[in-house]
Every structure is written in C-alpha cells, then in structure tokens.
C-alpha cells in the first residue's frame, strides 16, 4: 500500500510542484493516491472518471478540480481517450504562512474547505476563466524553468491567484453526474460506509444490500475505486485519525478507539502502513 501514498520532492523553502500538460492513459496512471499536499487539477481534454473522497465525476475539458489534503482520489482515464491535465501540488500550512500578517479573515484554502465541507470538489469554468487559469499555469512552468531572481515569490503569488479565483468561484451545490456504465449500488454502498464507518461493515452485509454476490461486488469496488473494500475503509479511518492528531489533544488510545481500531497496536500498525509514520510521529510534525 505504500506505493498509493504519492511522495514530493523537499523543499522547504518552495513546497509546491506542477505537472503541466501531463497526459495519462490506464497504463500511466497511479493506481490511486492519498497525499497531505493540497492539489488543483485543471482538465485539457479526453474523458475518464474521477472518484474523490467517495464520489464519482466525470472528467470534461474545462473542469477545475479542488482536491484537499488527506483525500483519496483516483482518475480512471477512458480507454480510448486519453486525459491530458495540469496539477498544482502544494502545502497548504505553506501558503498560510506566508499570509501572516494580511487580512485574518481571508483564508486562500477557503475553496478547499468548502469543497471538504460540501463534499463537492468540481468546478466548472468558463472559456474565458479557462484561458486565463492555462496563462497562469504557463507563467508558474516558465518561472520554474527559468529560476530568474525572484521566481519563488513568483510562483507563489502565482498559485494565490488560481486560490484567489477558486474562492470567488466555488459554489457548494457543484454536484457530480452519474456515469451509465457504473453501477448504482456502487456509489450506495459507498455512502453507507461512509455514514457507518466506525462500525463493523462486512463484505457480505454490503454485497447483499446490492444484491451481487460477494466476488463481483469486491471486483467492481476495486475496479472503480482502487482499493479493496477493507483498504478502503482503513484508508478512511486513517484519514478521520489523521484530522483528530492535529486537531484535538485526545491521546493516541483514544483516537484509536473513537476510529473503530480494535487495538492500539492495530493501530499503529496500520497508521505506518497507510500514512508513513507512526500516530505519534505525525502528531508532533
């Protein structure tokens, strides 16, 4: 499972990473990926299907992806077209510090936030905000490759912008569009793992309420969600204890307990494989 976890290079002084014009078919693309880095992703053409947090979209030219830290995602690219993309990977704790000191009541991850809280993550541009996000982004590549004195502020005044718009923009009640070849006890069954997650959910139990039979249900789960039912519901646990380390002083046996973790070595274990480091470890950082 480690390979899921998408790693970047370091650079403390410039923690933001773009991919511009990067084109992926079913062969180059990451299985799935769960980072802490923020990640925007702007839709060139071809087509596929996006799976965020327990959703499905469907990819257009002209979408405008807003991916939190801390969220599974996976692009399932159409066989026979190919999604060309752009992303911007950064840290969000970096973009806030380098706020300090303007308007405490303006936050840049406010379109992050809203996209957490509404569980709604697409945006859908006009051709003349397209043309403007694909200038910014062809500015941030020639800052990156040029390196000219000052191309760090550059960059990041750069990302604010894109920020900026994205806060002007998001609108709650973006909703995603059923795909006819999915079916729908998929996205049922996903809901309902993620009302009971920190309850004992069994193959067995969800494969009957889509009345499929346990194979084909764990088939077509993995299928369009990259992960094996039990991955998946760890993965999610994981994520809701990653949010209560950073977020309330509750000790690490009780986060383990609150996230349906049936002993704390279990835990740990688990907090290693699918976050890299232990429960302690990310607390402090």
């Given amino acids: 499972m480690n390979a899921m976890r998408k790693q970047f290079a370091a650079d403390d002084t410039l923690p933001v990473e773009l991919a511009l014009h990067s084109t992926k078919n079913l062969q180059a693309e990451l299985p799935d990926h769960l980072h802490d880095w923020h990640e925007i992703i702007y839709v060139h053409g071809g087509a596929g299907s996006f799976f965020i947090n327990h959703t499905f979209y469907e990819m257009q030219p002209g979408d405008l992806y807003l991916i939190p830290g801390n969220t599974i995602h996976k692009t399932l690219p159409h066989p026979d077209e190919p999604l060309t993309s752009s992303v911007v990977f950064f840290s969000g704790q970096f973009v806030q510090a380098s706020s300090i000191g303007m308007d405490a ?20 541009l006009l051709s003349d905000e397209r043309l403007r996000l694909e200038a910014v982004f062809n500015d941030m590549q020639g800052e990156m ?16 912008s894109i920020l900026l718009h994205a806060n002007r923009k998001i609108n709650p009640g973006n909703r995603w569009t059923p795909h006819a070849s999915r079916p729908a006890w998929l996205q049922n069954a ?24 346990p194979s084909y249900f764990s088939r077509i789960f993995k299928q369009h969600t990259g992960l094996g039912l039990t991955e998946y519901i760890i993965t ?15 000790t690490v046996a009780e986060i383990a307990a609150a996230c349906g973790f049936e002993s704390l070595p279990h835990f740990y ?11 302690a470890h990310y607390k402090r950082t």
Avoid: W
């Fill in 105 to 124: 009541s303006y936050s840049f991850l406010q379109c992050f936030d809203t996209a957490r809280t509404s569980r709604s993550y697409k945006l859908e």
């Fill in 145 to 160: 490759t040029a390196k000219q004195p000052g191309y760090k502020q550059a960059i990041l005044l750069l990302l604010k």
């Fill in 190 to 213: 996903l809901n309902e793992i993620e009302t009971r997650l920190l309850q004992t959910i069994s193959l067995t139990e969800l494969a009957s309420h889509a009345s499929v039979s």
């Fill in 236 to 250: 999610k646990r994981i994520m809701h204890a990653k949010e209560l380390l950073t977020e309330t002083d509750s």
């Fill in 269 to 279: 274990r688990m907090f290693k494989k699918f976050a890299g480091l232990t429960p």
